[in-house]
């Protein structure tokens, strides 16, 4: 009897699932609809920030030197000569021995270098009287303070926030280049399923994994594309794939760990799909398989996962996360381990590497560490729920006393 192959290890999968990846193409889209889009080309200032002298204070704009004609600040007496409200700057240069009433973000005349806030200046009619000195600069933001032209403001590769699009708009960029958000189509199969919402017949269940890997589609950058529910017969197989066509990514649900001739396996060989692995050294989820489908678009990438809800989800936080992020052409820093300390123990593990179900949280001291939920199931949906992380157990690790320090992958963003 030949010996039985080695299942494939997590990051040889990984590897695999990653390897010659093509960083979709860019599109341009309004700055306001860019939120959480990927940045494809930096964006560059075509202007200063201010793009003029502006007043930092309500007050007067004036001449410092003008101030200090007198021995003292508080005999010093201007002439007001107009006004200077945001928007509506003052019509020519000021004056010897004068000043213009000013408002936050107005404009400075010319010969003008400071600005006497009003709580320091005291105006009779058309006189004005200081009772401070003020030095050249003072309660003015320069032309170009916050950023100059030619400035990168944003960095291509950036996940774009709220804050990034302010300082986009602020420098006139109506518009900027993203990253096409993958496609990713999303297809649960089993008679056992009913859609949430129906009736469940004897022997059913609700499917919750479509809307789980939804979430975290969206959450990674992708477009979720809902294919329903395949019946476990080859036409209805078909069907629903055939509808996958213009997708980046398809995630198959279930159907993956009976056997090579099960239905979902030779569903996608009919579709086109070169299988490249099936079967992983981990758990939850050892029958995840992966191949790619060629087709007028480009490449497909195909994960079937498993369709055990807390080992679909696992899997998708581990393999399908890296691929959007490396899809859309992000680091995927953000996905990597963290390092932190056990609160509880940690029992010792077989040969696959075990994603235990854990809570990050705050120790007396202040300082994060990881507890290892009591119940790791992989059917129990609540303790998925309940989990912000997974404890990364490597093969045939000994068993693990708390303050041991362990790799984390959280579960929040």
Partial sequence: MSARKPLLSVDAATAAILDEVVVGFGETVAIEESCGRTLRTSLVSAIDQPPFVASAMDGYAVRSADLKHSETAATASLRVVG??????????????????????????????????????????????????????????????????????????????????????????????????????????????????????????????????????????????????????????LGARLAKADACDVLMTIGGASVGDHDLVHAALRQWGVDLSFWKIAMRPGKPLMYGRRRSASGVQHVIGLPGNPVSGMVCARIFVAPLLAALLGRSAGSLAPQRLPLATPRPANGPRRHYMRGQIHSSDAGRQQVRVLPRQDSSLTSVLAAANALVVTPENAPAADPGTVVDVLPLDF
């Fill in 83 to 236: 006004e200077a409200a945001a928007g509506h700057p003052f019509d020519g240069p000021l004056p010897p021995m004068s000043g213009v009433r000013i408002f936050t973000g107005g404009m400075l005349p010319e010969g003008a270098d400071c600005v006497l806030i009003q709580e320091d200046a005291v105006r009779k009619g058309d006189v004005l009287t200081s009772s401070a000195v003020v030095e050249p600069g003072q309660w003015v933001r320069a032309a170009g303070g916050d950023f100059s032209t030619g400035q990168t403001l944003v960095e291509a590769g950036t996940i774009l926030t709220a804050r990034d699009i302010l300082l986009t708009a602020s420098a006139g960029h109506a518009n900027c280049v993203v990253t096409q958000a993958p496609r990713v189509g999303i297809l649960a199969t089993g008679d056992e399923l009913v859609a949430p919402g129906g009736s469940l017949a004897p022997g059913q269940i609700f499917s919750s994994v479509p809307a789980g890997l939804a979430a975290l589609v969206t959450e990674f950058g992708g477009v979720p594309v809902p294919l329903g529910i395949a019946e476990d017969t080859p036409e209805a």
